[in-house]
């Protein structure tokens, strides 16, 4: 059995649920010890734009940023889909801290390792 996990996360301010509880399951696996990617795509890579989160605050939940500073600081890795950046027209030197710009055969080769994988 693999350790390591991805978190595919597709929303942003137009879903913050499912954005919130993105990061509390990626939270979640690193506490638990595995090796946690969340890849930001299509409106989630909104997130990786430096002050987007900080107004998202979904009921029942920790703040989103809050959220997205823990898994960044207990080890997880941020990963942003470059053509879903580059559709939004987001600038590179905006990215959050943690946050690194790939591309899909980045996903593929960590998939191809055996992660296992959520979409939210």
């Not at 939004?88 to 992660?115: M, P, Q, Y």
């Amino acid at each position: 059995m693999t350790n390591k996990f991805l978190v595919s996360l597709t929303h942003g301010k137009g879903d913050t649920d499912r954005a919130t509880v993105g990061f509390v399951v990626a939270n979640a696996a690193v506490a638990s010890g595995k090796e946690v990617v969340v890849f930001l795509n299509i409106d989630g890579a909104y997130l990786a734009d430096n002050g987007y989160a900080e107004e998202i605050h979904e009921e029942g939940f920790a703040p989103l940023k809050s959220l997205m500073n823990q898994f960044v600081e207990a080890g997880g890795i941020l990963w942003v889909c470059s053509p879903c950046h580059k559709k939004r027209e987001l600038d590179e030197n905006n990215l959050i801290e943690g946050a690194t710009i790939v591309g899909g055969a980045k996903v593929v080769e960590f998939l191809s390792l055996g992660a296992a994988s959520i979409t939210y």
